[in-house]
RNA sequence: GCUUAUAUAGCGCAGCUGGUAGCGCAACUCAUUCGUAAUGAGUAGGUCGCCGGUUCGAGUCCGGCUAUGAGCUCCA
């Protein structure tokens, strides 16, 4: 049989020789034992391949793949030490994942010693170098032997698996599991892997189904590559906001306050007022925008026409009982109808629109107590929030607008590069979660792609992501452990204005229902808080620094120097302090710096004989002397550009 | 909401099989007045998350509650 490889090389086998055998060989000519490889763009397994034609074109085998192959292996020899050490376990699903694998099985939970009894096992197997067996079998053989083998989650699956399906096993020594493979051909082609984690995961993720083990792993083709990503495991917890935000007294919690209720400390609260009063001026003044202040509740009235009352009364926190009080308030979970009385105050015409009204608004959200989670995840928060009333002909210009805005506003916090966009649609199959019908949706979704597509965006399109009233311009970014957050969202809603008699005056002195797009500029604050904590692992741009510069004088005589110098930079508008503790210079540095700061003055003798400051910075290190004024001038321009200036490397923390 | 782990001084931690608590940093006081990543000495600080139970005796064992972390989407 011959078989032609990508790089045109052709093999030629003899008819004696195994399938397992000649696999083996060429998963080694092309540099990894594996028995994977993409075959019309599907992942298969060689052995498959070689059983039914001898002449298919093999195409090499894909890095990514060959790592999927590797880590679906492993999760096999976990399975079969979980088998060997504790016989009773049974067994449900082990695929590879992002970073790894895991394995859920059925037992009582794992302890860390148990993992390390596993991993030992695992070694002892990958030594053993059992050859992995590919077979066939028909149903019900395929089912006997499972039950032979007690193990009725595979049962479960073989009874689930389509009519037409092929049903393979694969056999590594005393071991055999149920499973499409690809698999490497022998256990010794494991070479460095570790167990991360165990918890609970439900069979079929279904909360009503058995309770499961779910023990995660990782493995990699050399040790460098596993010891690496664990390396880079540890250095991802640095940055976590919700440790770094509490270190660096951003934030904190209480008990007795409750879950998903953050306490913003002065200075995360500093630093949350500095995006606040820049998003408001920005739309105020550059943008068009009018500002509103409404209140944080009303009687559900109110929520009853919006439809919230209908579609998210559980996420909302009602104040009094429908059965016994006389008036039931709730808490609101959104601005809209408010705004929209802002918009009916008075009569508008079609020249009034768009009528953009921005809020810096609290919202309160009755999220499952599982759910919350630091900053990004919580119960009550403050959001950029804001309704244009737009005409049916501006729907474009106007979503092109807020997705401008959206675009800038993440360019000038450099987080640009680290979005992704979505478009976020309804769920066809759940029609009554929603308002409106097939045409109102598909009309909305239209209008949203369509600008994504002329500002040449690349983004994904999601069912059941939408609003139960309109579709949304979702722009998502992850969190240092990889899970996707939404950070901004501008959403279109053709449907709302007929509900709260919504209208304008068109030229012919006609009533029109206007549209309404429903967006954020920057989104919720709290989350962009730790969006910016992780992104810049607290060594924030100076113009968002709680505290910009730290004037550090050599002793308690330049005390009154350093206190000019404070007060002249507060004058400019300048967060600036003193560090006046009787410590050594050295002490005041090491300080400063783990604090983060940008600006570090230090001042003495010299300094104060010839008003001066000795600059030292994040960015460049010691920036030398210069006059008080010239470095006034110097930060006052780079807070006002919100400038972003380089760190360097050389002055990372030791 | 579910599973699981954790909860000891402001922070990071120790406290073995039950005998009422320690370390480091920080804080405070005193001395030092110093030139670019830690000056020294001393002092003070805890109803061991909360409530209950077992026990002669609970930080330690048991139960409940609260909070925090991880996981609950990835189909053999």
Known sequence: MKITLKDGSVKEYQSPMSVQEIAYDISEGLGRAT??????????????????????????????????????????ILAQAVKRIFPEAKLAIGPSIENGFYYDIDR????????????????????????????????????????EMNEPYKVELIHDLPEDAIISFYKQGEFTDLCAGPHLVSTKGVKAFKLISSSMAYWRGDSDKAKLQRIYGTAFNKKEELEAYLAHLEDIKKRDHNKLGREMELFTTVDVIGQGLPLMLPKGTRMINKLQRWIEDLEDNEWGYVRTKTPLLSKNDLFKISGHWDHYKDGMFVLGDEETDREVFALRPMTCPFQYYVYKNTQKSYRDLPYRMGETSTLFRNEDSGEMHGLTRVRQFTISEGHNVIRPDQVESELANCLNLAIFVLETL??????????????????????????????????????????????????????????????????????????????????????????????????????????????????????????????????????????????????????????????????ANVDSRSEKIGFKIRDARLNRLPYMLVVGEKEEADGTVSVRSRFAGDEGSKSLAEFTEQICREIRTKEIRKENPQEEGK
Request: hydrophobic share 35%; aromatic share 10%.
């Open 35 to 76: 028995c994977a490889g993409i075959v019309d763009g599907e992942t298969v397994d060689l052995r498959t391949v070689i059983e039914k034609d001898c002449n298919l074109s093999i195409a090499t085998v894909a890095d990514k793949e060959g790592l999927n192959t590797l880590r679906h292996t492993t999760s096999h």
């Open 414 to 575: 450099g987080l640009r590069e680290d979005v992704t966009f979505r478009l976020s649609k309804w769920d066809p199959d759940n029609k009554e979660k929603y308002l409106g019908d097939d045409a109102y949706w598909e009309n909305a979704q239209g209008a949203l792609r369509k600008i994504l597509l002329e500002k040449e965006l690349v983004f994904t399109e999601a069912d059941g992501e939408a609003a139960f009233y309109g579709p949304k311009i979702d722009i998502q970014a992850r969190n240092v452990y990889g899970k996707e957050d939404t950070m901004i969202t501008i959403q279109l809603d053709c449907a709302i204005a007929e509900r709260f008699d919504m209208y304008y005056i068109d030229q012919s002195g006609a009533k029109v229902r206007p549209y309404i797009i429903h967006r954020t500029s920057l989104g919720c604050y709290e989350r962009t808080l730790a969006w910016l904590i992780e992104k810049y692992a607290g060594k924030f741009p100076t113009w968002l620094c709680p505290e910009q510069v730290r004037v550090l004088p050599i002793s308690d005589k330049y005390a009154d120097y350093a206190e000019k110098v404070r007060a002249e930079l507060a004058r400019n508008g300048v967060d």
């Open 108 to 147: 009582e939970p794992f302890s860390r010693e148990d993992l390390d009894k596993l991993e030992a096992e695992m070694k002892k197997i990958i030594k053993e170098a059992l050859k992995i067996e590919r077979f066939e079998l028909p149903r019900d053989e395929a089912v006997k032997l499972m039950e």
